[in-house]
């Protein structure tokens, strides 16, 4: 392993974290999934939960992930082992980073599966292929698309080659490059988006959708899918935030940054939904098809509207550009582990990590193209990737987490990391009690065990 903390290098300033680790918490997490499931979830209700959950469990855990990867300067694994050394606790911690390093590889390789759509989307929008097309042909569309493995093949191979080269140019010239540019126009474009929704006839009835709150939907499962999503969204658990901490210069505030990723990232899933829904309801679709939300409805939706093309293109770029910057945040702590472990080029880690996903990617594009039905336990293999990933191993490796930064390592050590002044006590209430406890909770509840 290398002793080396300075292997990987630095980002060039607080503001290029800022935005490189937004990169991983935006993704198909806001763009699909927080609105969808803030429709079945009581609307107002669901983004007062969601909040206080991001507030109160994600937001310690975040300055947790953040601190033990500054602290540590290596991949998970390594910086789990080195921490877990400096503790004088048992080497058995370095799981925390291999539960990470593993749940990127198997959350990218389905992920880029889904990207590749948002992909086959784009060129459909931009080459006019949308034009005027009715509920059932859009429908048709989508099956057509998940049922032509070559296609999927095409994109998916596509989008892990373009995720390849941005790692494999490093982290300013690749990672920071890519992110400052993506993620202001992703923030520019919904909000061109936003003003879009606010000009259709549908705009307040999706606002009232989106934010009246309903108290009585909030059931305890809905609290713990607000608990979960709070936890994919902001990409914790898996070592992401952990190796994009690592490359933290000491003087930046990790609080602070912490603050503005966990704002930004919500202010995106919300602006999400203040662009989509109004477009569905002003065209009577819908409001929570889940998966096939934003690629069925929409779709149909713009292509009936003054501008639809324009703006249709747009949206797809926008979940483009959100995937892919989530893709090589989760690919990252396992390319550090390769660059560390077995002194490899990042360019030959980059297309080994890379090329393992696509293969990997190849069971899910499986899974959905109706010629494979291989189950197991009634779960298709992307069905069962996904549990795996976002119900069980992100929480394992949070509650890890949470409990290695708060009761494992020695409070001095956290505190002068961290360096909180009298908000460290709130981090502390966070880290050893509430989080632990709330993603305990969910874990249980993933695995049907209450
Ligand atoms: N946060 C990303 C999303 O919302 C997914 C992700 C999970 C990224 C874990 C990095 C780490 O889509």
Not at 23 to 32: D, E, K, Q, R, V
Not at 153 to 158: F, M, R, Y
Not at 169 to 174: D, M, R, S, W, Y
Not at 324 to 352: C, G, H, M, N, V
Request: hydrophobic share 55%.
């Amino acid at each position: 392993m290398s002793e080396s903390p300075q292997h990987h290098g630095q980002w060039s300033s607080r503001i290029a974290f800022i935005i490189a680790a937004s990169g991983s918490a935006i993704g198909l997490g806001n763009i699909w999934k927080f609105p969808y499931l803030l429709g079945e979830n009581g609307g107002g209700a669901f983004v007062l939960v969601y909040i206080a959950c991001v507030i109160g469990i994600g937001l310690p855990i975040m300055m947790a992930e953040t601190m033990i990867g500054r602290r540590g300067q290596r991949s998970p694994i390594h910086t789990m082992t080195v921490l877990a050394k400096e503790a004088k606790a048992t080497p058995l911690w370095q799981i925390a980073g291999w539960l990470g390093v593993l749940a990127g590889f198997l959350i990218l390789s389905y992920y880029s599966v889904i990207a590749g759509w948002s992909m086959a989307y784009l060129f459909k929008m931009v080459g006019g292929f949308m034009d005027q097309v009715g509920p059932e042909e859009a429908q048709q569309v989508f099956m057509d698309l998940k049922a032509a493995a070559d296609v999927q093949l095409v994109w998916h191979s596509l989008f892990m080659a373009l995720t390849t080269a941005i790692l494999m140019k490093g982290l300013t010239e690749g990672i920071e490059r890519v992110t400052r540019v993506m993620i202001p126009s992703l923030f520019l474009m919904l909000l061109a988006l936003d003003v879009y929704a606010a000009t259709t006839p549908g705009f307040w009835e999706g606002m009232t959708f989106l934010f009246k709150p309903d108290f009585s939907k909030i059931t305890p499962d809905s609290l713990l899918i607000a608990m979960g999503q709070a936890f994919f969204s902001l990409g914790l658990g898996m070592g992401s935030i952990m190796i994009y901490g690592a490359y933290l210069p000491k003087n930046v505030s990790i609080g602070r940054s912490s603050v503005i990723v966990s704002i930004a990232d919500t202010a995106v899933a919300l602006m999400a939904g203040i662009a989509i829904f109004p477009v569905v309801f002003s065209n009577h679709l819908p409001p929570s098809m889940g998966p096939g939300l934003i690629f069925e409805t929409l779709p149909l939706a713009f292509s009936h509207m003054p501008l639809g093309a324009l703006f249709g293109s747009l949206f797809f770029l926008l979940v483009f550009f959100a995937a892919i910057t989530s893709a090589i945040a989760l690919i990252e702590p396992a390319i550090a582990y390769l660059i560390e472990t077995f002194d490899y080029s990042r360019q030959k880690a980059s297309a080994i990590a890379c090329g393992v996903c696509w293969f990997l990617g190849l069971g899910t594009l499986g899974s959905f193209t109706g010629g494979n039905q291989w189950q197991w336990h009634g779960k298709t293999f992307f069905e069962l990737i996904d549990f795996v990933t976002a119900d069980v191993m992100l929480p394992l490796g949070g509650i890890l987490i949470a409990v290695f930064a708060g009761w494992v390592m020695k409070e001095k050590v956290s505190a002068a990391e961290l360096d909180l002044g009298r908000y460290l006590r709130y981090w502390q209430i966070g880290s050893r009690y509430i989080a632990p406890l709330a993603v305990t909770l969910i874990l249980l509840k993933a695995l049907g065990l209450f």
